[in-house]
């Protein structure tokens, strides 16, 4: 960065002299030309070294959401069971019982090209802290990954897919080195920080597709669970209130994340990036513990006022946004930081993105009790500064002032943008290189097998063994056990959740994707048996200044807006993630939706698996399989359709209503690889055998779309749900063989190939 | 009966072992920086990442004021659980033999695992005994359901200690065949002291308490078996 020294000739300040920052300066900052302007105009003057690093951080894409914010207005954010809409560190509803539950996706996406580990263990961190920000205690963790092709596992088979030329760190020129490396360590990094402090990960998924090779994904989603009236908000109150900064000390780690990392593409990725480690913060799960249970303590005495973490632009955002809610000034002495270094400058101090620390508001009365309480926990309490009725961020050093800016001005008045959205008119995304030999000549059982050892459909046991899912004692189901994890609840109801996304279909229609990928997330509740309460999104996206990026994401939000009123599964939170592209192009445009819901009685949540021999098998909802834009039609190497047949929502949601209330024995919705797929997965979950006859070809085995449900079920008892919503029985668990006849096309294969096949993944990590 | 269960910063399932021994007598949790065991008839150093763990699992903790008075507990016969990093607190200690080393896959590992109990007669374990609430393996040992979830969990002592203890009935707990994911000798799950007051296993009982969570309630009999004990004791 071009900043040596904070001070400044046109205020008061201690030391010497120091020449006011040009706007060269501001624009290796990332503010352009017209903004840095417009900064000068409303500090009256040429803002100092400071002052400027500090408007940079709030008017970045990250802190302003500039191009995104008139989109997001455009969201439903009002339902029944919604307590706290979007504006606060996370969103909640009502679950019951005087409970309410927070949650809230974030990514880590740029710190996890840059350094996986850490990015994705410090991810995990900042979006707990999210949580108990509000006065949640978290309580489970999942995430949503996406990387480059991962390379072939199944040794022999050819036609290994792109990716790798860049392959870094790891063996230069090895196909899908980069991909691994950076799958292995943001894994290792998530299960590090939440096995670390005790939250469960109870879900998540990954996918892989060359357009991530480049600019990974690392999306954490995390929810919490408060006593209704202990939710805290963030607004700074009552001038000559005190704010205290609490938790981890203050270094130079993660100067400029927010502006230098998360708002501005990447380089050709790889080594082009590694001299933007230092920017990447280090993550300590043990002091976010202890500052977990220190605030958590703070808030049930009753000791706070307000709360606040501090994420991206560390004091900078923090500070500010809590004066800017609650309509008052803040005095900031940064002397009066701890620090972990000597000689820090008053803009490092103000922009550090160190880990693990909190700031909170306290009634002076209150602050012996908050020191000591602090003191018990081993986190560093330090009053900094107080509340002021001026309306001004006064930065001072020992009492001096070096940096006085508007609260309005920083946090309220960064101009926002108009996209120009328009439709690309030819294809963004060279086609997949296609499996060779895999035509739709090939005989469908090697079809199954192929798309069950595919990097994206494979068993994910490898990557959730490595997570504690069980702390807390919470979890009804685990990983794999069903569609969505559950959570137990007091009163013997259940949480339902789950994170889903397919960003090759969105990449194929942004609309129709994205509508998809949130009634992908209400059926995996369905199959639960929960009911939709409300929808957390991140929008992972390219530059948003370029039309055609302009475009997927005005398309993905209408999709996103109309699902979720259909659902009646308001947004309540959530973020954005833009600029991820480099040189090879823009990632698939990939909204992630998580969704949580509620089942009136945990100990009748559904499973995903075959149980009975003799149990009948039935496929039920309007489910029109096809092939375009399909896990099989990858494999193959077919390019991307130019959009998704339209989508019967309101069809789609009878059809999760019936589910969600029918006798559940065994139950599956049928996503990625069709409805072969979905039955060999229930084969496998429950080590038995099928015999299953289908109508028409090979689309019927293969197919994708919403709105299908495979469910299984003693005899006789599918009656109940005949007439309700469209149901054909296809067939009768049992056995030792997957036997499956679709017209002219036969598949057997005994579970001993379908479990080889469905463990490739394995062979990753080998 | 009463259990008191030790809470460090950094521990994570002390209350998830807390309300596992609330399901067969009182329980109260102990702070790591109070001498006061509060009269508890018995004590579960639970598991997590004591103090972070950063040095070396259970290498700080094992200097707690909290753990002075444990450990003065289990010299003067008192039973002691430890379990997961509760088990490394307790060799670190020296009150078990032994010692933890990092998984031979190098990776945190979760899994559901099937335990054989070797001796279903101690005081960790007498209520284990095969019936119709425990299954039996293929010798007719008692077999339990229990999940794992460490990365530092192979057992490791010396060729002449691990006779000696296999001699002196010390090994209580094997990972069932095809079970030990951790590389540990004998197959060691869990072990008890000499005098047999003081056992640690890596497995979390604390975790197979209720169908409804874990489909296992076999971590169950772990603390009924020390209710038993310590009922025992007293008449």
């Known amino acids: 960065m071009a900043i040596q020294d904070s001070r400044s000739d046109t205020k008061p300040a201690a030391g010497v002299d120091a020449p006011l920052p040009t706007v060269e300066d501001a624009l290796a900052l990332g503010l352009t030309r017209a903004e840095y302007e417009l900064v000068c105009a409303k500090q009256g003057c040429a803002p100092n070294l400071l002052e400027l690093a500090m408007y940079s951080l709030l008017w970045s894409e990250h802190c302003a959401y500039k191009h995104s914010k008139k989109l997001l207005r455009t969201l439903p954010t009002d339902g029944e069971h919604v307590v706290m809409g979007p504006g606060e560190n996370a969103g909640a509803v009502d679950v019951g019982g005087g409970l309410v539950c927070a949650f809230k996706v974030e990514s880590h996406n740029h710190p996890s090209a840059v350094e996986p580990f850490q990015g994705a263990a410090t991810g995990v961190g900042g979006i707990l802290r999210d949580i108990f920000a509000i006065g949640a205690r978290p309580i489970a963790v999942l995430d949503s990954l996406r990387f480059g092709e991962p390379g072939d596992a199944s040794a022999g088979q050819s036609g290994s897919p792109v990716a790798g030329e860049a392959g870094s760190p790891g063996t230069p020129g090895a196909t899908g080195t980069r991909a691994r490396y950076l799958l292995d360590g943001a894994v290792a990094g998530i299960g590090h920080y939440g096995n670390s402090i005790g939250v469960p990960t109870v879900g998540g998924e990954v996918y892989f597709e060359a357009p991530y090779e480049h600019n990974c994904l690392v999306n954490a989603m995390a929810l919490g669970l408060a006593p209704r009236e202990r939710l805290v908000r963030s607004a700074a109150a009552g001038p000559g209130n005190v704010l205290v900064l609490f938790g981890a000390s203050t270094g130079r780690d993660g100067i400029g994340g927010a502006s230098v990392l998360a708002s501005a593409e990447l380089g050709s990725g790889g080594d082009g990036d590694h001299d933007k480690r230092p920017t990447v913060q280090v993550g300590d799960p043990f002091e976010e513990k202890k500052l977990l249970e220190c605030s958590l303590e703070l808030l049930e005495r009753g000791l706070i006022v307000s709360l606040q973490d501090l994420g991206a632009a560390g004091l900078t955002s923090s500070a500010a946004e809590m004066a800017s809610k609650g309509g008052v000034g803040i005095d900031l002495d940064v002397a009066r930081v701890p620090l972990r270094e000597p000689g820090m400058e008053p803009f490092e101090i103000m922009v550090s993105e160190s880990q693990e620390r909190m700031l909170c508001v306290v009634e002076p009365a209150n602050l012996d009790a908050v020191l000591e309480l602090c003191a018990k926990w081993e986190v560093n309490g330090s009053p900094i500064g107080e509340v002021t009725d001026s309306g001004r961020m006064r930065v001072l050093r020992d009492g001096q002032l070096v940096g006085d800016m508007s609260v309005a001005a920083l946090v309220d008045d960064c101009p926002l943008y108009d996209l120009r959205p328009r439709k690309p008119t030819e294809a963004l995304y060279a086609a997949p290189p296609a499996r060779a030999g895999l035509t739709l000549q090939t005989a469908p059982r090697d079809i199954l097998l192929a798309i069950l050892s595919s990097p994206n459909i494979s068993s994910r046991r490898p990557l959730f063994e490595q997570y504690d899912a069980i702390v807390q004692s919470r979890t009804v189901r685990r990983p794999e056990q069903a569609d969505a994890a559950v959570l137990a609840l007091p009163d013997g109801s259940a949480l339902a959740v789950s994170i889903d996304g397919n960003g090759r279909r969105v990449a194929a229609d942004p609309y129709t994707g994205t509508v998809e990928a949130v009634l992908e997330c209400a059926a995996n509740l369905a199959c639960v048996g929960a009911q939709p309460l409300g929808t957390t999104n991140n929008l992972n996206f390219g530059n948003p200044e370029k039309p055609h990026i302009a475009w997927q994401l005005s398309e993905s939000v209408r999709g996103l807006g109309d699902a979720c009123r259909a659902l009646r599964a308001p947004i309540v939170g959530g973020n954005v993630s833009l600029y991820n592209e480099g040189a090879t192009g823009p990632i698939y445009p990939t909204p992630v939706i998580g969704m949580v819901g509620r089942l009136p009685d945990a100990a009748r949540a559904g499973r995903l698996r075959f149980s009975g021999h003799g149990h009948e098998i039935a496929l039920l909802g309007p489910f029109v399989p096809a092939l375009p834009a399909s896990e099989l039609d990858k494999l193959r190497g077919q390019a991307l359709p130019d959009g998704l047949p339209a989508i019967d929502i309101a069809g789609v949601r009878a059809a999760q209503l019936a589910v969600r209330d029918a006798v559940r024995s065994g139950l599956l919705d049928i996503a990625e690889g069709g409805v072969a797929v979905a039955l060999a997965e229930c084969a496998l979950a429950g080590g038995v055998g099928a015999e299953v006859e289908l109508d028409g070809s090979i689309e019927a085995l293969f197919g994708e779309g919403p709105g299908g449900f495979l469910i299984s079920a003693a005899p006789g008892s599918l009656d109940a749900l005949t007439g309700a919503v469209p149901l054909i029985r296809i067939g009768t668990v049992g056995g030792e063989m997957l036997r499956i006849s679709a017209g002219a096309h036969s598949i057997a294969v005994t579970l001993g190939q379908l479990v080889e096949a469905h463990s490739a993944f394995a062979e990753l990590f080998a | ?235």
Request: proline letters at 3%; charged letters at 20%.
């Open chain 2, 1 to 235: 009966m009463k259990f008191g269960v030790v809470r460090f910063p950094g521990s994570c399932d002390e209350v998830d072992a807390l309300h596992a021994a609330r399901r067969v007598g009182d329980a109260e949790l102990i702070w790591h920086a109070e001498r006061d065991l509060k009269a508890a008839d018995a004590i579960v150093v639970p598991g997590g990442f004591s103090y972070g763990d950063y040095l070396r699992a259970g290498a700080i903790a094992r200097f707690s004021p909290a753990m002075e008075s444990v450990i003065a507990f289990a010299r003067d016969g008192g039973l002691v659980l430890g379990i997961c990093n509760g088990f490394q607190v307790l060799c670190e200690a020296g009150l078990l033999p032994g010692a933890l080393l990092v998984n031979t896959n190098l990776r945190f590992t979760f899994r559901q695992l099937q335990l054989d109990v070797v001796h279903a007669d101690t005081a960790f374990t007498r209520a284990c005994g095969v019936s119709a609430n425990v299954d039996a393996d293929a010798d007719g040992q008692p077999r339990l359901s229990i999940p794992a979830k460490h990365s530092w969990g192979r057992y490791y002592a010396d060729a002449d200690t691990l006779d000696a203890m296999e001699q002196a009935g010390q090994i209580v707990l094997r990972y069932a065949a095809g079970q030990n994911f951790n590389g540990s000798l004998h197959d060691i799950a869990g072990v008890c002291n000499g005098a047999g007051n003081v056992f640690g296993m890596m497995p979390h009982p604390e975790h197979a308490v209720d169908e409804l969570i874990g489909g296992s309630v076999d971590g169950l009999k772990i603390f009924e078996s020390m209710r038993l004990a310590v009922e025992g004791a007293r008449q």
